[in-house]
């Protein structure tokens, strides 16, 4: 039966509803009674496995799930064995360097060599100062990265921004960006390959969907952009 590993947390409620359009129903782990971390669809097709989104990639590879949701982020951090097929569209967020306001940096070059990046994107971090080379020590820290400049401990850091309201109310501003980041689907190489339980097929059906959501996106902005450019009539 195949088995699909979805991620908690923000990306959750737009993979449960990716999933629904194709009449996967994994919507049980929206339930707030719920406290099961793994269910049945209520097809009866398929097998959900509720993990953390560092954890996705990890069920993937080492085959416990055939499909599975996390963010680009990720992918670049943890940089698995496994088979990047869609990008999904949702969940956009990007990989930034922000320093305080009141800093003298606006721009990653201008940091000093050997300073202090605080980030729990270690990889990411270390392979973009290296492409700029600049040599930094990298800080590890996996809680609020914001206190890193806050507190002086750290110059910048690398983190990811959404909205970027999180960096506005710590007085902190982003001077860089690594890269943009959306949820992607993965899946297991060899699973994929031998189209294990239907895979491929179920991967089809979340790539045209994709494709028509992503259409229907385009032609709702196109739309208002040209309602925004039409002069009104006088």
């Known amino acids: 039966m195949l088995t699909v590993a979805l991620p908690k947390g923000g ?26 971390l793994e269910i049945l669809d209520s097809s009866g097709r398929a097998h959900g496995l509720l993990v953390r989104n560092y954890d996705v990639p990890v069920y993937v590879e080492y085959g416990q799930a055939h499909l599975g949701v996390i963010g680009y982020d990720v992918l670049r951090e943890k940089q698995p ?63 609020s990265v914001e206190l890193g400049p806050i507190t002086g401990m750290s110059e910048a850091i690398v983190d990811l921004v959404a909205t970027g309201r999180t960096l506005q109310e710590n007085n902190l501003i982003e001077i860089d960006r690594l890269f943009e980041s959306t949820a992607r689907l993965i899946a297991h190489p060899l699973s994929y390959r031998l189209n294990q339980d239907g895979v491929q097929d179920i991967v089809e059906q979340l790539r045209a969907h994709t494709s028509q959501v992503v259409a229907g996106k385009a032609v709702a902005e196109a739309a208002i952009k040209t309602v925004v450019e039409t002069p009104a009539s006088a």
């Open 11 to 36: 990306l959750l409620k737009d993979s449960i509803q990716l999933f629904q359009a194709i009449g996967l129903d994994f919507s049980e782990f929206l339930n707030p009674a719920n406290r099961q």
């Open 81 to 143: 064995k496994v088979a990047h097929l869609v990008d999904l569209g949702f969940g956009q967020c990007r990989m930034s360097v922000a320093v305080k306001a009141t800093s003298p940096y606006r721009s990653a070059l201008d940091l000093p060599p050997h300073c202090r990046v605080a980030s729990k994107f270690v990889r990411c971090a270390h392979d973009y100062f290296q492409s700029l080379d600049l040599p930094v020590d990298i800080v590890p820290l996996y809680g």
